[in-house]
């Protein structure tokens, strides 16, 4: 008999009575003296319990018919088989007799037995279709036991453990010296357990004191280490010495004691004396390993996570907050006051040497690795004392002091080589007055050369069958496929054919609920004063079968004309076709595509409109209307103009991104840039990558951050210039405010062309901006080139991220559950972004946390937090008054005040509190 058989065998026993009012102790009994001849030991190759149990959470979370306290207590489940079959496994691993693990056993077996219980349970409930009061009892006392399990089962773990901890003493090596390549594996799987059994601990306990709260954070970030070694960092766990790998299996153990120690003391205030000191020594020890794999194996500037963006500006901004440092009262004798001024003038120092080689450096790798170095030391001390004002890290201030006095002193050496008077490189020929009408936003775009084009496109919409047709335009990306969707909505042909017209964005990214609303949104805007406001809350809180319901019967017997623009895949159209009925009265759909198939799965007899590349003349007519409006080229610029139009592949896009770029260059440089254009230039990238390096300096991250937002995202401007702002990325100028001088920074990226904005405010001004979809592709790829900023998909992508801790992050997640499970990855975080994927150009639908829900992951150094997509209710998340870096704080919910306590919050700038109230 297997253990499955067993666990079968025991799962049909639940008609009896006694099964119901067993515990542990008495399952344990009946082992022993019924199954002893037969007793199965878990086979490591046997995961057949616990995929029992993960199949039935993933059926659960896939048709969502269940409530949340059946959904937890799966996931309770899970986490429980999980620690006890890789405790079970890691003991064995340690030469533990197997029959000493008859407790561990027990309890294994009692968790699967119920688990299995629980699955008949539940299906038993999709066979009768609804939950009759029996089956919840059923469930309601599967609950308790669990629950009164966890003591038990605990404390039955750190007895395990602690017997693993004299038996390693006895050993002459561990077993991952001896055999490393078998049991790492055993020990990975050990370590994850206790990484998620430690995430519970904390969402149990979410509030902290500040001190338990700090050593919290370093066991996670030590044990998180652990995994990171066993799992990825293969090759630099094996070439450690036998000792230290005999050292790190302690470690594993003294992990395993102290976590499963926390789950007996329940307590957030305080631990037991002997947890106390152990965590102290286990905490030490993790801290040591850590720093002896770092000098065995230093990271290299091109593993860093800091921004290689605008650095200089980082520095600016650094020394910006030194200053005001500097004139604050920090209430504390001891604060290192004299030592951060040093710091200070060295930075100051080194500032104005790394402005010198600015220029310089690509050309010198001597002067391209201080720059490297220099700023690696200058980003480490800008935490290091951000940290030391939270009365953490005083004692790495003196390493990083000297670290800057080294590179200072390196710098010195070379400036004798280096001329300080750039003068010489600077050119100061006259620049002629190029009256650009770039410098305006607008909203109406350019179409030069198609012409027939949408006189095609109408007359197929207008014309042919009175039953509902399907037109697509499809094309490469930056073919102009979007414009001439927009340009043909937009046309007086069809706005007097269609009594109803309505368009949405697709992307990539979508759900059915919010393509709905999109929908509804845009019908009732087109009915309505365009200078009144369309708010999508009556849609957003509709249920998605409601809103189909209202929008077939908005559309019911209308002509109407629904465009959706930028088609990925046909599972779009099927979540929307039945709520377009089909009249037979002349209704059409547009769609855009860059899938040229997409179109034969939508209607198989289909002829989609193939969007052709523009003509050499076509491109210089666009070329010379994007930069000198409706008057003509001046004659000694027409033959280089022509020149740069030949090179842009026939892509408005590129045409557009070339426009921007020579608005902003001297006319005698034309001819220069035209030179750097390759025949073999890349059709998607290069033209964004040149406008990218014609960029000032201060531009660049301001650029990059859009690509924190969704694809085709309307993006607030206010709310966009505040992020700016607070980053630090606005500089200051005499007489003009950083709110004026973010706009600047705005209005002069639309001027280039790499920024639309697409609402204006009734007062002036933009009101919502946007990017191109290429853009935005440019803007991701660079940010995570850069360092800039690191984008992680769900909670899966978190747990299994490896790379070093990053500067900035943004998350997409589906679930509040993920948001719960998200905790301490990444102490040194600066700026976080937590996004719901339901996020889109109206509004978004607001992810509704659960009450008591603990939040969110307390990053003592952040700067910026946007948790605007998730509510909070009308609890306020305490956590944050612990924040005291916050300059930009975004939640939504429903409080009736705001706690005094955020006052604490001295450096805050931009507080938005925001929420979906009824009139």
């Keep these: 008999m297997d253990f499955g058989q067993l666990v079968s065998k025991l799962s049909k026993l639940q008609k009896h009575k006694w099964f119901f009012d067993m515990d542990v102790e008495k399952l344990r009994m009946r082992l022993i003296h019924q199954y002893w001849l037969e007793l199965p030991f878990l086979d490591d190759e046997d995961y057949s319990t616990y995929f029992i149990v993960k199949g039935f959470s993933d059926y659960l979370k896939l048709r969502q018919r269940l409530d949340q306290d059946m959904s937890h207590l799966t996931e309770d489940l899970l986490l429980k088989l999980k620690l006890s079959r890789a405790l079970f496994f890691f003991a064995a691993m340690q030469g533990v007799d197997k029959m000493q693990l008859i407790d561990l056993l027990a309890h294994y077996t009692f968790l699967a037995v119920n688990a299995e219980c629980l699955r008949k349970v539940y299906w038993s409930v999709c066979f009768k279709g609804e939950v009759f009061k029996?089956?919840?009892?059923?469930?309601?006392?599967?609950?308790?036991?669990?629950?009164?399990?966890?003591?038990?089962?605990?404390?039955?773990?750190?007895?395990?453990?602690?017997?693993?901890?004299?038996?390693?003493?006895?050993?002459?090596?561990?077993?991952?010296?001896?055999?490393?390549?078998?049991?790492?594996?055993?020990?990975?799987?050990?370590?994850?357990?206790?990484?998620?059994?430690?995430?519970?601990?904390?969402?149990?306990?979410?509030?902290?004191?500040?001190?338990?709260?700090?050593?919290?954070?370093?066991?996670?970030?030590?044990?998180?280490?652990?995994?990171?070694?066993?799992?990825?960092?293969?090759?630099?766990?094996?070439?450690?010495?036998?000792?230290?790998?005999?050292?790190?299996?302690?470690?594993?153990?003294?992990?395993?004691?102290?976590?499963?120690?926390?789950?007996?003391?329940?307590?957030?205030?305080?631990?037991?004396?002997?947890?106390?000191?152990?965590?102290?020594?286990?905490?030490?020890?993790?801290?040591?390993?850590?720093?002896?794999?770092?000098?065995?194996?230093?990271?290299?500037?091109?593993?860093?996570?800091?921004?290689?963006?605008?650095?200089?500006?980082?520095?600016?901004?650094?020394?910006?907050?030194?200053?005001?440092?500097?004139?604050?009262?920090?209430?504390?004798?001891?604060?290192?006051?004299?030592?951060?001024?040093?710091?200070?003038?060295?930075?100051?120092?080194?500032?104005?040497?790394?402005?010198?080689?600015?220029?310089?450096?690509?050309?010198?790798?001597?002067?391209?690795?201080?720059?490297?170095?220099?700023?690696?030391?200058?980003?480490?001390?800008?935490?290091?004392?951000?940290?030391?004002?939270?009365?953490?890290?005083?004692?790495?201030?003196?390493?990083?002091?000297?670290?800057?006095?080294?590179?200072?002193?390196?710098?010195?050496?070379?400036?004798?080589?280096?001329?300080?008077?750039?003068?010489?490189?600077?050119?100061?020929?006259?620049?002629?007055?190029?009256?650009?009408?770039?410098?305006?936003?607008?909203?109406?775009?350019?179409?030069?050369?198609?012409?027939?084009?949408?006189?095609?496109?109408?007359?197929?919409?207008?014309?042919?069958?009175?039953?509902?047709?399907?037109?697509?335009?499809?094309?490469?990306?930056?073919?102009?496929?979007?414009?001439?969707?927009?340009?043909?909505?937009?046309?007086?042909?069809?706005?007097?054919?269609?009594?109803?017209?309505?368009?949405?964005?697709?992307?990539?990214?979508?759900?059915?609920?919010?393509?709905?609303?999109?929908?509804?949104?845009?019908?009732?805007?087109?009915?309505?004063?365009?200078?009144?406001?369309?708010?999508?809350?009556?849609?957003?809180?509709?249920?998605?079968?409601?809103?189909?319901?209202?929008?077939?019967?908005?559309?019911?017997?209308?002509?109407?004309?629904?465009?959706?623009?930028?088609?990925?895949?046909?599972?779009?159209?099927?979540?929307?076709?039945?709520?377009?009925?089909?009249?037979?009265?002349?209704?059409?759909?547009?769609?855009?595509?860059?899938?040229?198939?997409?179109?034969?799965?939508?209607?198989?007899?289909?002829?989609?409109?193939?969007?052709?590349?523009?003509?050499?003349?076509?491109?210089?007519?666009?070329?010379?209307?994007?930069?000198?409006?409706?008057?003509?080229?001046?004659?000694?610029?027409?033959?280089?103009?022509?020149?740069?139009?030949?090179?842009?592949?026939?892509?408005?896009?590129?045409?557009?991104?070339?426009?921007?770029?020579?608005?902003?260059?001297?006319?005698?440089?034309?001819?220069?840039?035209?030179?750097?254009?390759?025949?073999?230039?890349?059709?998607?990238t290069e033209p964004l990558e040149l406008s990218y390096s014609h960029l000032p300096e201060y531009l660049k991250p301001c650029l990059l951050y859009f690509g924190a937002f969704r694809e085709d995202q309307d993006i607030p401007v206010r709310r966009l210039l505040w992020l700016w702002i607070s980053e630090g990325f606005v500089q200051k100028t005499e007489g003009k405010s950083l709110d004026d001088m973010a706009e600047d920074y705005l209005m002069d990226l639309v001027s280039r062309s790499l920024v639309t904005v697409t609402k204006q405010r009734t007062t002036g001004g933009a009101k919502t901006c946007q990017i191109h979809d290429l853009v935005h592709e440019f803007c991701l790829a660079k940010a995570k080139h850069e360092s800039f900023l690191q984008i992680l998909h769900g909670d899966s992508d978190i747990s299994t991220f490896t790379g070093p801790c990053p500067h900035r992050l943004c998350i997409y997640l589906i679930k509040e559950e993920e948001l719960e499970k998200m905790r301490l990855y990444f102490p040194n975080l600066r700026c976080l972004f937590v996004f719901s994927y339901y996020h889109w150009n109206f509004s978004w639908k607001v992810i509704k946390l659960r009450d008591g829900s603990p939040g969110f992951p307390v990053l003592k150094l952040l700067r910026v937090l946007d948790l605007g997509d998730f509510d909070f209710g009308t609890s306020f998340p305490m956590e944050v008054v612990f924040l005291a870096h916050l300059r930009f704080l975004a939640i939504h919910g429903h409080m009736k005040d705001i706690p005094s306590a955020i006052d604490n919050l001295s450096r805050l700038e931009t507080f938005l509190v925001e929420g979906n109230f009824d009139a």
């Design 134 to 684: 029996d089956i919840q009892l059923e469930i309601c006392h599967l609950q308790c036991k669990i629950k009164l399990v966890d003591f038990q089962f605990h404390v039955t773990s750190v007895r395990v453990l602690k017997a693993l901890l004299k038996a390693s003493k006895v050993l002459s090596r561990s077993p991952l010296t001896f055999a490393p390549e078998k049991n790492k594996y055993i020990a990975e799987e050990f370590v994850d357990s206790l990484l998620g059994a430690f995430r519970q601990i904390l969402e149990c306990h979410a509030m902290f004191t500040v001190s338990m709260h700090d050593q919290m954070q370093k066991l996670h970030e030590g044990v998180k280490f652990l995994s990171i070694l066993l799992h990825v960092k293969q090759e630099k766990f094996y070439a450690l010495s036998d000792g230290m790998k005999d050292r790190i299996g302690d470690m594993i153990i003294d992990a395993g004691i102290v976590i499963c120690s926390l789950s007996v003391s329940k307590t957030k205030y305080s631990l037991a004396k002997e947890t106390d000191l152990a965590l102290l020594h286990l905490l030490k020890d993790l801290q040591f390993v850590m720093e002896e794999v770092a000098q065995t194996y230093p990271p290299t500037s091109s593993s860093l996570s800091f921004p290689r963006t605008n650095e200089l500006g980082s520095i600016d901004f650094f020394l910006e907050n030194l200053k005001e440092l500097a004139t604050s009262d920090t209430g504390s004798i001891a604060f290192p006051k004299d030592q951060i001024q040093r710091v200070q003038e060295d930075l100051i120092f080194l500032r104005s040497f790394l402005w010198k080689i600015v220029k310089l450096r690509s050309q010198n790798g001597k002067l391209q690795a201080l720059w490297d170095r220099a700023m690696e030391v200058a980003y480490k001390t800008e935490l290091i004392i951000d940290s030391v004002v939270l009365g953490d890290k005083l004692e790495c201030l003196d390493t990083v002091a000297g670290d800057i006095k080294h590179v200072k002193t390196e710098a010195l050496k070379l400036s004798d080589s280096i001329r300080s008077d750039n003068e010489a490189q600077r050119v100061t020929k006259k620049s002629i007055h190029l009256e650009s009408q770039l410098s305006t936003p607008a909203l109406d775009e350019v179409l030069v050369g198609l012409d027939e084009e949408v006189k095609t496109i109408t007359n197929r919409l207008t014309k042919g069958l009175k039953k509902r047709d399907i037109v697509s335009i499809v094309g490469m990306a930056g073919l102009g496929k979007t414009t001439l969707a927009n340009t043909v909505y937009h046309h007086p042909s069809i706005l007097n054919h269609f009594h109803i017209r309505a368009c949405c964005t697709v992307s990539q990214v979508y759900s059915r609920h919010n393509l709905l609303v999109q929908i509804l949104c845009s019908v009732v805007y087109s009915f309505a004063d365009h200078s009144v406001k369309v708010s999508p809350d009556k849609y957003l809180r509709m249920d998605e079968d409601d809103l189909a319901a209202e929008l077939k019967k908005v559309l019911s017997r209308n002509m109407y004309l629904i465009v959706l623009d930028d088609v990925w895949d046909i599972e779009a159209w099927n979540l929307l076709k039945d709520s377009l009925p089909d009249d037979s009265n002349g209704s059409r759909i547009l769609f855009t595509s860059r899938f040229q198939n997409l179109s034969l799965q939508f209607k198989p007899d289909s002829k989609p409109y193939h969007l052709r590349q523009l003509t050499g003349e076509e491109c210089f007519a666009l070329l010379q209307r994007k930069i000198f409006g409706k008057k003509n080229c001046p004659s000694t610029l027409t033959k280089v103009l022509i020149q740069i139009a030949s090179k842009c592949k026939g892509l408005p896009h590129t045409i557009v991104i070339f426009a921007g770029i020579l608005s902003r260059i001297e006319q005698y440089c034309w001819q220069e840039f035209a030179d750097s254009l390759s025949s073999s230039t890349p059709v998607k």
